[in-house]
């Protein structure tokens, strides 16, 4: 009697507790779902900026996408008001600032990137040090130092010296900027190289040199690679240093101690010249196309070189 | 005291652990201390005969991997280990030797597959040669890849596909690779550190297999947690407890009538 009357408290108390569950079950599952929802549209409203951006820039920039802006410098004041007035598309291009931002590119790749990477190298192999603790906070506090005030100090350091501005004194404040990059990029990727390829190394007699040169920097070289070129992307569209280093010029500049434009400079100017005004969009277009080119490299590469 | 227990490990080494073969490997009261004040090996004395596979066992942490490491030095990665005592690789003390030739005449195989992934197979094996700027012409090339991989059984398998990426392989067939890296160096001494610990059975199988072939070529020695597979493959067995070595004997003659009590506790699942 007892017996049977404690089995049936037991059901019922379990069809209680089955009850109970049931709608907790319900309720957490509802309230995944909300949180799923609002992560979503969240996420998709990050997405919104970049293609108003490109939309804007395509709409009123396409009417000036033609060769000439690849093959000529841009045009003066003068000629873009002539065409304005009998409704041409302005005439010329962006050559001059598209030939500057190779050249002061390039510099700058060999100033900062083999300084960049054996530094990186050092602090991954080196993670203890009082050294590279230093290095790794001073590294991390350049990245923060405003362009501008990299370009005033590069200004002090070689256009005065100089007497001139030049093309070299832009490429040691881009140099300036991509450094930080490069070495946090490069002490990452070679930190996610396992530590038993460089044992497998030193147990086949190879000596350290060896081992870092042959086996961790090929190991590592997608990220290497990658980080690079991410920082060649954020230096791209660099103004505010150049204006102060660069300065601009109207033609077509291969000499590094001379006066170079650039294409942000170039946007910079169209924005100062309502004869210009059109083509701001084009040039930001281009500037646009280019970086998201090169980030799109960039992912690729580090995806098919991942570290297996 | 300390002196007898080591004259006796001699003794019996003399008399059992290998009577028709030489001596390859002496450790005379070798030490690792990660610390100044703790030794993780504690003055192991022991003679290491070639063609014969010697097994290191004992429960995690006692030491087994870091006296395997001291023997090719590679402690020098971090400068805070320091090695003591004399190990006399044929009769020179490796601790004096150019770190180079160690590693060159003591081949290692570690606990994960580790094939520099960068490389394809056919350059997998070579590796020893290329990193050490030693040159040699195609025909060389070729006869020590094919010889080696055939040496460790994997030839048939991969002879196809020398192109690929080591990493493109299994976790066993990696394993016979990284083996046939360290041997086409052409060793004296080829230690292994818990080199199944990764595997599957099929290809731990493979592997035990691969040791008791290459016996007869190499001398081998190899940290293992797993009794068993000591059983299997060793001749000789080396227990080691809290960084000393407990006992060193022939493995049957450990397996059956072990000297010491702690041996025969670890044995029969007591601790470990």
């Not at chain 2, 004040?37 to 429960?59: E, L, R």
Request: glycine fraction near 6%; proline fraction near 4%.
């Amino acid at each position: 009697m007892c017996d049977s009357i404690f089995r049936h408290i037991g059901i019922l108390r379990h069809r209680h507790i089955k009850k109970l569950m049931s709608s907790t079950i319900q309720y957490r599952r509802a309230k995944d779902r909300i949180f799923l929802g609002v992560v979503c549209v969240l996420s998709s409203l990050t997405m919104i900026p970049l293609f108003l951006i490109l939309w804007e820039l395509l709409k009123k920039g396409y009417k000036q996408i033609n060769l000439s802006l690849f093959t000529e410098v841009a045009p003066s004041s003068m000629d873009a008001m002539l065409a304005r007035i009998s409704n041409e598309p302005i005439p010329g291009g962006i050559l001059n600032g598209l030939s500057g931002t190779v050249l002061m590119l390039c510099m700058a790749i060999v100033m900062s990137i083999p300084v960049g990477i054996l530094s990186g190298i050092y602090l991954a192999e080196h993670k203890d040090s009082k050294f590279s603790g230093a290095v790794r906070s001073l590294t991390d506090l350049l990245q923060g130092v405003p362009s501008i005030v990299v370009g005033v100090v590069v200004y002090a350091w070689v256009v005065r010296p100089m007497h001139s501005y030049s093309a070299f004194a832009g490429s040691v404040s881009l140099a300036i900027m991509m450094l930080p990059m490069i070495i946090r990029s490069t002490e990452e990727s070679m930190k996610m190289v396992p530590g038993t390829l460089k044992e497998a190394g030193l147990a086949l007699g190879a000596s350290y040199s060896t081992i870092i040169l042959r086996i961790l920097v090929p190991a590592a070289f997608g990220g290497l690679f990658t980080g690079s070129l991410l920082a060649i992307c954020r230096v791209m569209g660099e103004t505010a240093p150049l204006l102060l280093t660069a300065l601009g010029a109207s033609s077509v500049n291969l000499n590094v101690t001379e006066p170079t434009s650039a294409i942000p400079l170039l946007i910079w100017e169209f924005y100062n010249d309502p004869n210009l005004a059109n083509l701001i969009w084009t040039t930001s277009l281009l500037l646009l196309v280019f970086v998201l080119v090169i980030n799109i490299i960039a992912k690729n590469i580090a995806k098919k070189w991942k570290i297996q | 005291m300390e002196n007898t227990i080591n004259t006796q490990v001699r003794a019996d080494s003399e008399s059992q652990l290998s009577p028709n073969s030489e001596l390859l490997l002496q450790l005379k009261d070798v030490s690792v201390s990660y610390s100044p004040d703790k030794k993780a090996v504690q003055d192991v004395s022991a003679d290491i005969f070639s063609h014969t596979v010697t097994a290191i066992m004992g429960p995690s942490g006692c030491g087994k991997s870091t006296l395997l490491r001291a023997i090719n030095r590679m402690h020098e990665l971090y400068p805070n280990i320091k090695t003591e005592g004399e190990i006399l690789l044929k009769g020179e003390n490796v601790l004096d030797m150019n770190p180079m030739k160690v590693r060159r005449m003591a081949g290692m195989v570690f606990q994960r597959p580790n094939p520099f992934p960068t490389m394809s197979i056919y350059d997998n094996v070579l590796a020893g040669y290329s990193l050490n700027n030693i040159k040699l012409n195609k025909q060389e090339k070729d006869e020590i890849v094919e010889t080696t991989l055939r040496g460790v059984a994997l030839w048939d398998e991969v002879k196809d596909s020398m192109t690929k990426k080591g990493s493109f392989l299994s976790g066993g067939q990696q394993q016979r690779l990284c083996i046939a890296r360290a041997l086409a160096l052409k060793p004296e001494l080829l230690l292994m550190d818990e080199p199944t610990s990764a595997l599957d059975p099929i290809s731990t199988n493979r592997i035990e297999e691969l040791i008791l072939d290459l016996k007869r070529q190499y001398t081998i020695v190899i940290v293992t947690h797993n009794m068993s597979q000591a059983a299997r493959i060793s001749d000789n067995s080396m227990f080691m407890y809290l960084g000393e070595l407990v006992e060193y004997d022939s493995t049957k003659k450990m397996f059956t009538k072990p000297k010491e009590k702690r041996t025969e506790d670890y044995l029969t699942g007591a601790f470990g």
